[in-house]
């Protein structure tokens, strides 16, 4: 469907022209229509479908109509920062011939940018784009007024949910305009997701759309590696890669700043983006990725939702994810807007059965690639190996060589069933038997009734004790 079948205003269709927008995809061309109609919609779409465009397109149409500007009239709430700043660009795009205004508030920033975020929140940005936590932080503070919302979105609410972030989403709703429309966007719908969803709708029409699929143009494939082959094939992968943008994502922190490291040593044009960064650094690196000025980004899955970022040639998987639906996010940020693209993943022997998940989670198995020859010759090396389990190593009870009491069993450290361990030292060299000090022959006499009684030390003979000092000498000593 063409988007000037929709209805919309023309200010609006002349910021979508400019983008070079024609054909609506299937989520916008089934969501705009509804909430165009007043209608609340809870939408089920993969990332990279359009998804944003579905709900900002006929927010940013109403607020058109109405003519009226500087109020409040749609809060959008996102589980990240990155997410924040991509639907604030969109609707900048979007509303380019128009006078409606927009802010993201999201942390990170400094003092400064606290105060526009305020300022925008008193004044009346007409949307606003917010992080449940950095919201809550203005929230306290008592200025907020949400009385004149007419539109409450929900993106990613899923993600929301995982993130731990439902106590502060129903303490914003609590203050939000009850009389309102509420869309809800998710990338997938499990039961917590459904019941948030139908506590805050009413009759709201449900919208899914290819749910957990990858996009059609994303060429997957496996390389099935160990640990120590995964630097190697990276690089032979990243050698002839001039002009093109890849991300590589890894599971951990720790993971992202050693591979970065380790590309950097090998003067690539790489970058790193996770929750260490501060958030000038991370929208310097951005910019730069946006730009071509930089060709590969290490990042956690701080990036596998939230950006928007056209031509993404390549997507590796240097780790697993932890839940088979970050696999779908991870790469859908390739083959975006009916483009193609790549994902690779490399998969070790442990993670096998985790991607066996994921596999029945897109419905289909992913092809195996060949190694390269220098790389296949590792596989088999069991001494480089660094994922060969070491062997742990038993610790031994020291042995107990204390005489026992008399009348007591000797005492022994042995353990059942196994061979108890000798107590005494074997003979010395008969060379040094002439050196060792000769038993006393009458204690030998005395212990021939029992072996294992022990030599018991001569009791000393007490001391005697001072003699008294008479009366008659102390008084002497005294004068």
Not at 40 to 66: R, W, Y
Not at 149 to 160: C, H, K, Q, S, Y
Not at 187 to 203: G, Q
Not at 221 to 250: A, E, H, T
Request: charged share 25%; proline share 8%; aromatic share 4%.
């Amino acid at each position: 469907m063409d988007f000037t079948e929709l209805g919309l205003h023309p200010d609006l269709l002349d910021g979508i022209d400019a983008l070079n927008f024609t054909q609506a995809t299937p989520i916008q061309e089934q969501a705009i229509p509804l909430v165009m109609q007043g209608k609340d919609v809870i939408g089920v779409a993969q990332t990279g479908t359009g998804k944003t465009a579905a709900f900002v397109l006929p927010i940013l149409n109403a607020i058109m109509e109405s003519e009226t500007y500087n109020v409040t009239q749609a809060l959008i709430i996102v589980p990240t920062r990155e997410l924040a700043m991509q639907i604030d660009q969109a609707i900048s795009a979007y509303s380019y011939f128009s006078n409606i205004s927009s802010m993201a508030v999201y942390g990170g920033g400094d003092g400064k940018v606290f105060i526009q975020e305020k300022s925008a929140l008193t004044s009346g940005a007409d949307i606003i784009i917010a992080t449940p936590g950095r919201l809550i932080a203005h929230i306290k503070m008592g200025y907020v007024d949400f009385s004149k919302i007419n539109f409450l979105v929900l993106d990613e609410a899923d993600r929301m949910l995982d993130m731990g972030f439902k106590p502060d989403l129903l303490r914003i709703i609590d203050i939000v305009n009850p009389v309102r429309q509420t869309l809800l966007f998710s990338a997938t719908m499990p039961k917590d997701v459904l019941k948030l969803a139908k506590s805050l709708t009413k009759d709201a029409v449900s919208i899914s759309i290819a749910l957990s699929k990858p996009a059609e143009g994303v060429s997957q494939g496996v390389y099935m590696v160990n640990d120590r082959q995964k630097l190697p094939l990276i690089l032979d992968i990243l050698k002839d890669i001039q002009g093109q943008r890849i991300i590589i994502f890894s599971s951990t922190k720790q993971g992202v700043n050693t591979l970065f490291q380790q590309l950097k040593a090998k003067r690539l044009n790489v970058e790193s983006v996770s929750s260490d960064l501060d958030q000038e650094k991370r929208e310097s690196v951005m910019l730069a990725f946006r730009n071509s000025q930089v060709d590969i980004i290490v990042a956690t899955d701080v990036l596998s939702r939230g950006i928007d970022i056209d031509g993404i040639d390549m997507v590796i998987n240097y780790d697993i994810p932890r839940d088979a639906e970050d696999y779908v996010h991870r790469i859908g940020r390739t083959a975006r807007a009916q483009r193609k693209g790549a994902a690779l993943t490399l998969v070790s022997p442990a993670d096998l059965r985790s991607f066996k998940k994921i596999e029945q989670l897109i419905g289909k198995e992913v092809p195996r690639l060949p190694l390269p020859p220098h790389v296949e010759a590792m596989k088999n090396d069991p001494v480089r190996d660094n994922r060969r389990p070491a062997e742990k190593s038993v610790r031994q009870p020291a042995a107990d060589n204390r005489a026992p009491r008399p009348g007591q069993p000797q005492r022994t450290n042995a353990r059942p069933n196994q061979p108890d361990r000798p107590t005494a030292p074997p003979s010395p060299p008969e060379r040094l038997q002439s050196r060792l000090p000769q038993p006393d022959p009458k204690m030998q006499a005395t212990n021939n009734t029992d072996p294992n009684k022990a030599k018991r030390p001569k009791r000393r003979k007490p001391r005697p004790k001072p003699r008294p000092i008479p009366t008659n000498e102390m008084d002497q000593d005294i004068d």
